[in-house]
């Protein structure tokens, strides 16, 4: 942490000396004598001298001091979260053979630093993901017409046939665009994801050679949960759930029937690396491959049979077709076909990866030289990396470990020095020298520092300085898809990546902040009780960017409702919680609320609109500024973060308020160049006029269309000319027998 002198009184002596001379008056108008030979006005000018000193001498109190004040009343400072996320490591270019990565290996992301969190092998394959999807009713429809007309005369029509497209479930290309596929709405025909491990493009091994290297191998495989759209319940007792537990079932295709020429699957055993599983958070499970003979596939079926019942999915793309090695198919354990018995399960999920690992951005060193003594006082030294996690920090003087301190005017002094309190003749203690040998760090310059002598022992002059550590932690580790890209520590060939973004980095409390947050650390004790009390610790959340932050009234005995809303520039006028902001929230708020209470932590549903204003300009003002200032009124007052009666410096648009005509009416005529407001109309989200737009619970206004225009208020519902599309040349796959 910076060192910051504190300010806390900038007054000169003559400011002191005026602002009592000022005073005189107020509190003794008889006296009228205000020259230097005054008596009195030289008493003034004795204790202005006096107090110019002591403020003088107040702001020279050291950082040090402030730490043990906050020491005394028992507040520590928040120290910097590291970010957390997952990568995958993929054999892309390298020999034939599953090679087995240790942890704690680095991977970087330009010059942030992370470490893997977890050994994996890394088998030499590729692997994609499909889907079954469910055609939409008319699409149904006419497939069935066509199957009828090829095949009914010899098929059995008495069977349900349930159409599909074989549709790849590929890692998101930004933040933005994080997709997710849910086993549970009808989304796919299956209620599965089907993962088709694959020989490397461009490999020249057979398949059996690849199938005997992978065998026996545990394949890692990493699964997020749809980030969109979570709950999370913080239960009585400590508990986390967002919905009933349940697990998955992993099954690898044997490329063998049974008597009714049904594929035959053996079931995995998946070991999570987690007690919550896929289905809550971020989960990577270790599945252990079978023998070679107990995987393959189902190549050259008849037409009637590929992709159909429990077979795999079609594949139409030859080069991916040619290179498949086995089937590994997920599903909800706990009904038939993978479609959950219960219909408020929910399993949905926003990326599925093998190779996986977790990472923070935590970094180890080992072994820096970090000079050599010089026998002075107050010998200081700076690590390499920054900031450094002072708890990890270990140094060794001439091969000696050194203990770390906190206050270096703590420690006993190097030479051992008789306790006064005991009987003249007393020996010093032996252990006294041993505990001088101490030394302080400082978290963001990375300075080491050691003691005087008389406060701390001194290295020796020539004495060898090592110091192993670990350094990480910050906003910097917030990292976007694919930013991690290499580790000094790969394999030639090998490839690693993050097919999410890193999250939950964030930066120490300093001391100026602690000290600024002591009032609410002596109101509630760091304990979540009232409603202010969880609104300023939900405030307080590292690695969140928190926009803003509601209590519900009660309706439960017991239970608190939480509404919470990011900061999100790229859609402000919806902004909405993800899975990972819920649980970052979660995990801080866990520890400090009452145990017997239950916690509802969830974002805003939003209500859409739509708003069309016709106005008239004053003479002389320029129409285009006017028009696009009256937009922006209206977006900022219906704004969930800033919008409401004071925006746009409110707090968000308020729970329960209605949407009223006349409100927007009143924003549009504050508008600086706006002489009448002719007309204002509102559309709800199913394209029906209304005056009046009801709010209540959790939901808020979202403007999802705002047009201004001079005159009458435009039709916003009415059809609008699509732009030219643009023609893409598609070819015709050929019929085959």
């Known amino acids: 942490m910076a060192l910051v002198i504190p300010n806390l009184d900038d007054r000169t002596y003559s400011d002191i000396l005026n602002e009592a001379r000022a005073r005189i008056t107020v509190h003794n108008p ?30 020279l109190i050291p950082e040090r001091n402030h730490l043990k004040f906050l020491q005394m009343i028992g507040k520590s400072l928040r120290p910097a979260a590291a970010a957390q996320g997952v990568v995958t490591i993929t054999n892309e270019r390298g020999p034939l053979q599953t090679i087995t990565l240790p942890a704690n290996m680095p991977v970087l992301a330009g010059k942030v ?17 499909f889907i079954r999807k469910s055609l939409d009713p008319q699409a149904q429809a006419a497939a069935q017409t066509i199957y009828t007309q090829l095949y009914g005369t010899f098929t059995d029509n008495s069977a349900n046939l349930d159409f599909y497209e074989t549709v790849p479930f590929d890692p998101p290309s930004t933040a933005a665009a994080i997709q997710a596929v849910s086993l549970t709405d009808g989304t796919t025909v299956d209620g599965s994801l089907w993962l088709a491990l ?5 490999e020249n091994a057979q398949p059996r050679d690849v199938l005997k290297e992978i065998a026996g191998k545990t394949l890692t495989l990493g699964l997020m949960p749809s980030v969109e759209g979570a709950t999370r319940t913080l239960a009585p007792g400590g508990s986390t759930t967002s919905q009933p537990q349940t697990s998955l ?8 029937l049974d008597a009714t020429a049904v594929p035959i699957y053996a079931d995995l055993t998946g070991i999570p690396d987690n007690s919550v599983g896929p289905l809550q958070d971020l989960t990577l499970v270790q599945l252990t491959l079978p023998d070679a003979g107990a995987m393959g596939a189902w190549p050259n079926l008849p037409p009637l049979e590929d992709g159909t019942s ?9 080069q991916v077709l040619n290179r498949l090695l086995t089937w590994i198919r997920i599903s909800l354990r706990d009904a038939p076909g993978g ?8 399993a949905s999920f926003s990326w599925a990866g093998i190779n996986a690992a977790r990472v923070t951005q935590r970094v180890q060193v080992i072994a820096e030289p970090l000079g050599t ?3 002075d006082p107050d010998q200081a030294y700076t690590v390499v990396n920054r900031p450094v996690i002072p708890e990890t920090v270990q140094l060794a003087v001439n091969g000696e470990l050194w203990t770390r301190i906190d206050d270096l005017m703590a420690a006993p002094p190097e030479v051992p020095v008789t306790d006064p309190s005991l009987p003249p003749g007393s020996a010093p203690p032996a252990s006294q020298s041993s505990k001088s040998k101490v030394f302080a760090v400082d978290r963001e ?14 290295p020796p002059a020539g004495a060898q300085i090592v110091v192993s550590y670990a350094y990480g932690g910050g906003r910097a580790g917030n990292v976007g898809i694919g930013s991690i890209q290499n580790s000094p520590q790969l394999p030639a060939g090998f490839k690693v990546t993050n097919p999410l973004p890193t999250w939950a980095g964030d930066e120490g409390e300093s001391v100026t902040d602690a000290e600024r947050n002591i009032p609410l650390y002596l109101k509630n004790g760091r304990r979540a009780v009232s409603s202010q009390d969880f609104i300023d610790i939900v405030r307080r959340t590292p690695g969140i960017n928190l926009g803003r932050v509601e209590v519900l009234p009660v309706t439960d005995p017991g239970v608190v409702t939480l509404l919470v809303i990011p900061v999100d520039p790229q859609n402000p006028q919806g902004p909405t919680p993800n899975r990972l902001f819920l649980d970052s929230i979660c995990s801080y708020l866990e520890p400090r609320r009452l145990l017997t209470t239950e916690v509802i932590v969830d974002g805003p549903t939003y209500v859409g609109l739509s708003v069309s204003i016709g106005i008239d300009v004053m003479p002389g003002r320029d129409i285009a500024p006017v028009r696009e200032a009256v937009k922006q009124a209206i977006r900022d007052f219906l704004s969930p973060l800033s919008g409401g009666p004071n925006a746009p410096n409110g707090t968000g648009w308020p729970l329960s308020k209605a949407v009223e005509s006349v409100d927007l009416l009143v924003q549009t005529v504050r508008v600086n160049g706006v002489s009448r407001v002719r007309e204002i109309k509102m559309w709800d989200s199913t394209g029906a006029l209304q005056p009046r737009i009801e709010i209540s619970g959790l939901e808020l206004p979202r403007l999802d269309q705002v047009g201004v225009s001079l005159g009458s208020a435009d039709d916003l519902t009415a059809p609008q000319a699509l732009p030219p599309q643009k023609r893409v040349a598609v070819p015709v796959l050929p019929p085959e027998c």
């Open 30 to 59: 008889e006296w009228t004598n205000f020259n230097d030979s005054d008596p009195g006005i030289t008493l003034l000018q004795l204790f202005s001298f006096m107090m110019e000193n002591l403020l003088f001498r107040s702001n």
């Open 113 to 129: 630093g992370f470490v893997t969190q977890n050994a994996l092998d890394v088998l030499p394959i590729e692997m994609r993901v």
């Open 198 to 202: 694959l020989i490397r493009a461009g």
């Open 249 to 256: 079932r992993y099954q690898i295709a044997t490329g063998n």
């Open 310 to 318: 429990d077979f795999p999915p079609t594949l139409e793309d030859t």
């Open 339 to 346: 479609v959950a018995s219960a219909p408020f399960l929910k």
């Open 373 to 375: 003594g010089s026998g």
């Open 445 to 458: 310059s990375g300075q080491i520092q050691f003691g005087t002598g008389l406060k701390g022992a001194r």
